[in-house]
C-alpha cells in the first residue's frame, strides 16, 4: 500500500475511512452524550465542565432533550454525526436514542460513528448499537481490556465498521506499531492516529510527564504519527492507518462545520466571517435606520448589518448560536 500525505492537512495509509470523509467535508454534528467515564486518561482534553456530568451537548449546544439534537443537525445540515463522550456507552440507553433518532430522519445515507474505550462494550451493547443504525465504531485502545473489547466487536458486527482511535506520543511509536499489528491480525477495519492535543485541562498532566508543549499540540507527535504511517504501508496486510493532525481539525474540519451553520442561519443584521463567525453592527439609538436596514431593534440601540452603507456603529463578532440573541443582547447593553 502506497502512503498518501497532503503537509498539515492528513496521511494515511489504506482507505480514508467513511466517517473521515465526512468530517473533511464539515458535514459532521458532534454530539457530546455523557461527561461520564470510569477511564482516566492523563491526556484527556474533555473540559472540566463536562468531564465526570452527564450532560448532552450537541455542537458545543446544551441538548436537553432529542429534539434539541434534531434541530441542531439541521441548523448545520447535517450529513452524519459522531457520538463522543465521555464514554457513550455508560449512558447506552441515550446513544442508542440518539443513533435511532439522527439514521430515521437523516435516512440511511445518514452516516453515524460512536467513540467508546471500550470498557462497556457487551456483546448486547454492540448488537443495540448496530440494531439502532450505527455506521461505525472507533475504540480508545489503552490495554489488553480495550483489545479484546475491539475483537469482540469484529466477532459479533455484521456490517459496523470496526475501528480503532488513539493518540500519538511522541515516545510509543514502538508500543503503537506493536498494536497496528495485533490489529491486522484480528480484522479492524481502520485505524486513527491523532497529535496528542493539549488544552487548559491536560496541560498539567502532559507537561509533568516531560512532553515538551508546541502550541497546543506537544512536541514530537506530528513527526510519530508521519512515521507510524510510513511504517504501516510496507508492514501491513490490509489494515487501512489514517493520520489527522490537530491544526487540519481546527482550521478546516471545525471551520468548515461552523461556516455551514452560519450561512444556514444567518439573519438579515449578520454578515458571515470567514472563520465561521457572524457580525453585526450595533448602533446606539439608530432606530430610523430599521427603515433603510433590515435590522433588529434592541431597546436602546439597534442590529443592522456592516455591509448596511448608513450603518455607524460597534461591530460585533459572535459565534452563529442558537442563544447568539442574548449574546448580541448583552454586548449592545454594555456597549
Not at 448545520?76 to 463522550?85: F, Q, V
Not at 511522541?170 to 496528542?196: A, H, Q, T, Y
Request: proline share 5%; glycine share 8%.
Amino acid at each position: 500500500m502506497r502512503p498518501v500525505h497532503v503537509e498539515g492537512v492528513y496521511a494515511y495509509v489504506g482507505e480514508l475511512p467513511p466517517g473521515c470523509r465526512y468530517c473533511v467535508r464539515g458535514v459532521k454534528l458532534v454530539v457530546f452524550v455523557t461527561g461520564l467515564c470510569d477511564d482516566r486518561c492523563f491526556y484527556c482534553p474533555v473540559s472540566r465542565i463536562k468531564l465526570g456530568r452527564d450532560v448532552v451537548f450537541a455542537d458545543e449546544e446544551p441538548a436537553r432533550s432529542l429534539s434539541d439534537i434534531l434541530e441542531e443537525a439541521f441548523r448545520i445540515g447535517a450529513e452524519g454525526a459522531s457520538i463522543t463522550g465521555g464514554d457513550p456507552l455508560i449512558a447506552l440507553r441515550r446513544s442508542v436514542a440518539v443513533v435511532r433518532l439522527l439514521k430515521l430522519h437523516g435516512g440511511p445515507g445518514f452516516h453515524v460513528h460512536l467513540y467508546t474505550t471500550g470498557r462497556y462494550a457487551t456483546s448486547e451493547a454492540l448488537r443495540a448499537l448496530e440494531d439502532a443504525g450505527l455506521d461505525e465504531i472507533r475504540f480508545h485502545v489503552r490495554g489488553p481490556e480495550g483489545l479484546r473489547a475491539v475483537e469482540k466487536a469484529v466477532r459479533v458486527r455484521r456490517d459496523m465498521r470496526v475501528g480503532v482511535e488513539v493518540p500519538v506520543a511522541p515516545d510509543s511509536v514502538e508500543e503503537l506499531k506493536r498494536l497496528l499489528v495485533e490489529l491486522d491480525r484480528i480484522g479492524v477495519d481502520f485505524v486513527n492516529l491523532n497529535e496528542l492535543e493539549v488544552s487548559p485541562d491536560n496541560y498539567e498532566s502532559i507537561v509533568m510527564r516531560g512532553y515538551r508543549v508546541r502550541g497546543f499540540v506537544v512536541e514530537g507527535s506530528y513527526e510519530a504519527a508521519l512515521e507510524l504511517v510510513a511504517w504501516a504501508s510496507s508492514r501491513l496486510r490490509r489494515l487501512s492507518v489514517h493520520f489527522c493532525p490537530a491544526r487540519f481539525k481546527d482550521r478546516v474540519q471545525t471551520r468548515a462545520r461552523l461556516l455551514r451553520k452560519a450561512v444556514r442561519t444567518r439573519m438579515c443584521f449578520e454578515a458571515v466571517r470567514p472563520d465561521g463567525s457572524v457580525a453585526t453592527m450595533v448602533v446606539r439609538g439608530g432606530a430610523g435606520l430599521l427603515d433603510e436596514c433590515c435590522g433588529l431593534d434592541l431597546g436602546s440601540a439597534v442590529a443592522v448589518s456592516p455591509l448596511c452603507p448608513e450603518a455607524r456603529g460597534r461591530a460585533v463578532e459572535l459565534q452563529p448560536t442558537a442563544s447568539r440573541l442574548s449574546d448580541l443582547a448583552r454586548a449592545a447593553a454594555v456597549g
